[in-house]
């Protein structure tokens, strides 16, 4: 009895503290206020290097990158940071915003994007910038590092800050979360909860106690898989409704800015939930993905940078656009109840069953998400290992040593998370996930200077000189 009016009260206290850093009025201006910041201070990267950006990612997928010190290629770094960020948000998330928010929630989730795109490419940079080489280990950078070492020792304190929130929201957001989306997905296929649990936990295991190495490999194995499965279900929804696009876009801008009668009003649900789930998405000002582009082989920081703008394009202006569009093409979002990856697993069945049976219609548009969620969350849950692990490492100083123990600790938790357990630690983890932002909010606005002197070093062809003390050589191109 005791325990339970503990419990009691821990949850009401999270859900009021929980409100506040995901209200409205707190983290959502702060994130797009730094995006705005940010982007003037580098000359709105995102947009006027835009074809660079291309040239230098998407051209260059299959290509090694320069000869430089770290862990993986800059590809193989992207997909680890991807496999972190494109998940159930990508999917359920964007049904939420449009359920909730109506059409127009859309717009705000690219205005997000576009925003994103700027402070991941910041990001990323500062975290090459400032990595350090753990003895034995993987290179470290993120937050934790260009707070230490760019802001200097009297702001240890904050990058103290985001090791604890993110080693401990990972547990909830980047394992049990994900590996519940996996169970929940498989449970459609006649799968029980507990075989679900037991299967993603040894699958999991395999791969995260190999450590970086492995979680790369996969990574860039099944985040173009599923991105590609993803959106070739989603073109066919596209092409078929093509003639309906025009429409479908109008009523985007249109529902942004005029309030929309059953969804709310103009400064609440709408332009909140567009915000809310585009942020959520990409993680752009969360600190997380950094970790991640850290470990990348590269001569200059901004380089780096660039594939962070290319990674929030992909997730958010490609892939939340794609589930957007089959969600409105569609038209199933008007009639229905259904809410999240339901409603999308609804919009692919309403056009398969144009051509097929009702029962293999739903099979097939329940299959296509559920398998693309199956992947998404899997990807996630591995990276968001890697994340906490080294947040761990980094705190507790204890290399190799903590990050096996970090890894062992981590696969009980995606059973538990499989069969539905433990809601609580959920939503502080939850909680925990926000906070994570305002040590590196609050490292970007201090270092921006640092951004933009970089920045433009770079497209002025520079030779880059990395910070006393770092693991980086000189190297000019």
């Not at 770290?70 to 998940?87: K, N, R, S």
């Not at 910041?122 to 993987?138: D, N, S, T, W």
């Not at 296929?189 to 037991?198: Q, Y």
């Not at 279900?233 to 093509?242: D, F, M, N, P, R």
Request: aromatic share 12%; with cysteine; net charge positive.
């Amino acid at each position: 009895m005791h325990w339970a009016a503990t419990s009691a009260w821990i949850e009401e206290a999270n859900a009021f503290l929980n409100g506040i850093v995901w209200g409205p009025y707190v983290l959502l201006p702060l994130l797009v206020g730094v995006g705005v910041y940010l982007g003037v201070r580098t000359r709105f990267v995102q947009f006027t290097r835009f074809a660079r950006m291309l040239r230098e990612t998407g051209g260059a997928i299959l290509h090694r990158g320069p000869q430089a010190d770290g862990d993986l290629t800059p590809f193989q770094a992207l997909t680890v940071a991807m496999g972190g960020t494109v998940g159930v948000g990508n999917i359920a998330g964007v049904a939420t915003a449009i359920g909730l928010g109506g059409p127009g929630a859309v717009f705000w989730m690219w205005v997000s994007g576009l925003l994103g795109m700027g402070t991941k490419f910041a990001e990323v940079l500062l975290g090459q910038h400032y990595r350090v080489r753990e003895a034995g280990g993987p290179m470290i950078g993120g937050p934790m590092t260009y707070i230490r070492r760019g802001m200097g020792p009297r702001w240890a304190w904050l990058s103290v800050l985001f090791c604890l929130f993110g080693g401990l929201a990972a547990f909830g957001i980047g394992n049990m979360v994900q590996a519940n989306a996996v169970a929940e997905g498989l449970e459609h296929f006649g799968v029980s909860r507990w075989i679900s649990g037991l299967i993603i936990m040894v699958s999991v295991g395999l791969v995260t106690l190999g450590g970086l190495q492995w979680i790369a490999r996969v990574a860039t194995f099944c985040v173009p898989f599923m991105c590609g499965l993803y959106m070739l279900g989603a073109l066919v929804v596209i092409v078929v409704y093509a003639r309906q696009i025009p429409m479908a876009i109008g009523m985007v801008f249109h529902c942004a800015f005029t309030p929309m009668a059953g969804f709310g009003g103009l400064l609440g649900t709408t332009i909140r939930y567009g915000l809310a789930r585009g942020l959520f998405s990409n993680e752009a000002g969360l600190g997380s993905a950094p970790i991640a582009h850290a470990t990348a082989k590269t001569d200059h920081p901004a380089r780096q940078g660039l594939w962070g703008i290319f990674e929030v394009f992909v997730d958010t202006m490609v892939m939340c656009s794609a589930t957007a569009f089959v969600i409105l093409l569609t038209g199933v979002w008007k009639g229905s109840d259904a809410q999240g990856a339901t409603l999308v697993m609804e919009s692919f069945t309403a056009l398969f069953a144009k051509g097929f049976d009702p029962a293999p219609a739903r099979a097939l548009g329940f299959g296509l998400v559920t398998l693309s969620m199956i992947l998404t969350a899997y990807d996630t849950n591995l990276a968001w290992c890697f994340y906490g692990e080294t947040c761990s490492a980094y705190l507790l100083k204890g290399g190799t040593r903590t990050r096996v123990a970090y890894r062992v600790l981590w696969l009980p938790f995606t059973l538990v998370g499989a069969v539905g357990g433990l809601r609580l630690i959920w939503g502080i983890a939850d909680t925990l996930n926000g906070l994570m932002a305002f040590p590196n909010l609050i490292a970007l606005i201090v270092l921006a200077g640092v951004v933009a002197r970089l920045t433009r070093g770079f497209f002025a062809g520079e030779a880059y000189t990395p910070p006393a003390g770092g693991p980086g050589q000189r190297h000019a191109r």
